[in-house]
């Protein structure tokens, strides 16, 4: 939004932008994207025109006599993707990253867009994978979180619910991220997330073993487990305890 303000102010060959309802979307790769207006009858008539990106290509057109045209666009990027509804609305489907950008809508006779929409697209996330740090000592665990070729994400440890660290990337790259415990004393996890959407890892103690006091219950969630069988073990010697005085008693009713 700043950056059409400034393009306003400095821009003479762009006026036309200043003024257009503005609006912006982060959508997920692979979503059908619906870029919705409700064009008025004298738009309808005058027939409206749908453009993208920078130099504004034109994508799709709703004519005067109701005519439905769709264009392929740069390398073909929108080819089968485009659908117009009666209202004048564009979905895109199946949206891919390449897709992210500005697309306007303006009318046939004035060509300064009524709205435009700053479309953003994430990519779906892969689970972060946690490993044993080269650096790893008897004394020490050193765990290394990872992701591979991902772009504008975050990548975090948290112990519990409390942010430890975290590292940020807005271009494509391999990311990791370390941890260093001297024993596993709590639930950690290694979060993995974009504007939308996140991914998390466990850590376990496969790659750190937990510390004496730290209680199985809080890794394993097997609280409810235990508690069956204790309330078995304990109904069973119960019983046991029942028996043993019954089996007491009748043996001395048969000694009499
Ligand atoms: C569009 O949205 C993205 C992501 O929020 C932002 O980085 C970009 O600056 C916006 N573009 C404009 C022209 O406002
Ligand atoms: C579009 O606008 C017209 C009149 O302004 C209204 O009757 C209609 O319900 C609107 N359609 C949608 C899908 O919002
Ligand atoms: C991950 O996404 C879920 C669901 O959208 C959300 O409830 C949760 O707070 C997110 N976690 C983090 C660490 O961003
Ligand atoms: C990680 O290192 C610890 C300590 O050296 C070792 O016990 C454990 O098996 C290792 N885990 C993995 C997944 O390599």
Known sequence: MFAVILLCLFSWSLQGVCGSVFVSESVMEGDSV??????????????????????????????????????????????????????????????????????????????????????????LLPVPVISNSSSNSVLYCSMLCSVMNVAHVSLSWYKGKSLLSSISVSEHSNINISLHLKCL?????????????????????DVCHKCPDFSENF??????????????????????????????????????
């Open 34 to 123: 619906l870029l919705s207006v409700n064009i008025t009858e004298a738009q309808r008539r005058d027939g409206i025109m749908w453009t993208y990106g920078p130099n504004s290509i034109p994508i799709s057109k709703l004519k005067a006599d109701n005519k439905y045209i769709y264009y392929n666009g740069p390398d073909g990027m929108f080819r089968d993707r485009l659908k117009l509804n009666e209202t004048g609305s564009l979905i895109i489907t199946d949206i891919r990253i390449k897709h992210s950008g500005l697309y306007y809508i303006s009318t046939t006779s004035q060509e300064k867009p009524f709205k435009i929409f700053n479309i953003t697209v994430y990519t």
């Open 185 to 205: 004393d709590d639930s950690y996890t290694c979060v993995i997330n974009n504007p939308i959407t996140n991914q998390t890892q466990h850590l376990n103690t």
């Open 219 to 256: 890794i394993c969630k097997c609280g409810f487990t235990e508690a069956v069988i204790r309330l078995v073990l304990s109904a069973l010697v119960g019983v046991a305890a029942v028996a043993v005085v019954v089996y007491d008693f009748r043996s001395r009713r048969d000694e009499q």
